[in-house]
């Protein structure tokens, strides 16, 4: 094995043009950032400051026996050396697949597919016995449609552009992530896979497995037929699944794994000085006085006393007036100090505005690999996600609960209401509602270029805005994005309701981490009843975490949250419904029908 195939110092000659054209991150001063492939370099002879990072395929890793202990950073595509968006220590995941190109009339592609199913082999040598069996049963069954796996773009247009369904026969083991299933999805094809899928919340509704054991090819295109009834509702959640894998694989595979290496070196510039994990932003109101105290007495404190880590809450416009609350909130301000004034009306409308001054504050005072931002009428338990968050990448990541395909408002009393001449598309981009949210610090920082270069289109909104700022830095001819993974896997830890009434769509449960629209008293209820359960011993001089819980059984809150208006609800009654007028909706399908 060649174990110098490509070395790179970003900042040296004219690799340090080309990479600060399209990645400001990589702008580290006299600080060098070195990227190998599949190999450790020889260490240079300068004395410069350097951090040097190494990508191993899950090949190479299998392979591999080389030294790597002068490696700084090991990016790998290895599922059995990391998890999928997550790291351990210095090792990072990051597969080398690069742009995702969805062809542009998605509809027109659609009413081509006029066959069922192709099969797509892998290379001969790499055949087990499965393999063999798919071989023979399709050759006998479909003799034109079997295709065989070499990487091209080609080949997979082939495979997959006329096809609804192909059965992807890799045996990949679970090991790392499949180009020909990402590819399948580009070209709105349902991959048949029985390897990793689970890039994605959705991943699931938009992909089907197979029977490996006694493989029967009849039995399988007999259940596909039965999924072809309701191809609509497959394809509609592709389109999500389209979205997710545009933003993580927008940019060459190289442009993704320097701009990573760049911004995770970044957090190792000053051994003397190493940043937080979390810097903590609260959106407040100045009015919100009595909600701010239950914070500051509540899941605030296990903000600073468990994990030491700062928190503010961001106000708009601050007032020199004599009002009560003026001279009440110049008192809280220097009695906490934990106060920040933004240059923004308050409202619900204007909040668009306030999130962006709040990015340029965060962006140019805090130094931290995630900024946690959380709305004043939250009970947060932050434990659970702060520990996820040292298993999570810190770079190119946001996590939260999101919204895919959202229509726009178009009625005014809707807090959302956009007009089509301020945003002329009938779906908002994907979006982490506000509620609580996690942001890596990299893309905090260029969103707040971005804004304050005047580069983003402002709309009504802060949780849709942010999608819309997202999607303009993917596609930004200055400086585009590489890549952004949207972890959507917790929206279950989401409680939009302070309820537990079983017919709400998101109520509390014991799996509940944060709980939305609670007043005051129900924060502190909330924090009484963690403090008896055990989940938190509370002291007069300090809070620490008490049991070790299951995330699965977490205290019950329900107490807490006993309105009754809350029954007359039918939220699942009209998810129900929805669904199935989705289900049953052939709008979408081709008439021909294979």
Known sequence: MNLLAVSCLLVAGSHRHLIHAWRSECDLGDFEVEVSFHGLGERSETNARKCRAVYLSDADLREFSGDVSGADLIFTDSLAHVPFRGRRGHVHFIENISEFEVPDDLDGIMHLKTELLSVLMPPKEAWGDLAATVFEQARALLPDHIYTEDGSLETHAAAFSRYRFSLIVE??????????????????TIGVFNGFVELGAMFFNGVADFEASNFNLVETMDTLKKHNEHLGSLWHYQRIIQDQLQYRYNRPFEERLFSQACSVCRLHMDP???????????????????????????????????????????????????????????????????????????????NSQKGLLFLEWIALRVEAEFLLKVDDDVYLRPAPLIEQLRERPPTSYIWGYFDYISPVPREEEDNF????????????????????RVLSMDVVRLLSKASRQGRLSMIYGDDPCIGVHLRQLLFDPQEPLPSITLDDFDNRVFAMEPSCHPNLWSRITNKTWAIHHVSPDQIRCMWTSDVEAGYYQDSTQKVTLGLSTPLDMLPDLCSCASDPAFAERTDLDNLRRETELILNDDAEQPTQTP
């Open 171 to 188: 045996d990949l083991q679970k090991r790392t992530i499949s180009l020909a299933l990402v590819r399948s999805i580009a070209h709105h």
């Open 272 to 350: 003397e000085h190493v940043p937080p994990m979390v810097f903590v932003g609260i959106y407040s109101a100045r009015a919100n006085f009595e909600k701010r105290k239950a914070v500051r007495e509540t899941w605030g404190r296990v903000l600073k006393e468990v994990y030491g880590f700062k928190y503010k809450f961001f106000l708009g416009a601050a007032s020199e007036g004599a009002a009560l609350d003026d001279v009440r909130i110049r008192f809280e301000l220097d009695t906490h100090d934990d106060l920040i004034f933004l240059d923004a009306s308050e409202g619900y409308r204007m």
């Open 417 to 436: 209401y956009n007009p089509p001449e301020v945003f002329p598309f009938d779906v908002f981009p994907p979006y982490p509602r506000g509620v609580v």
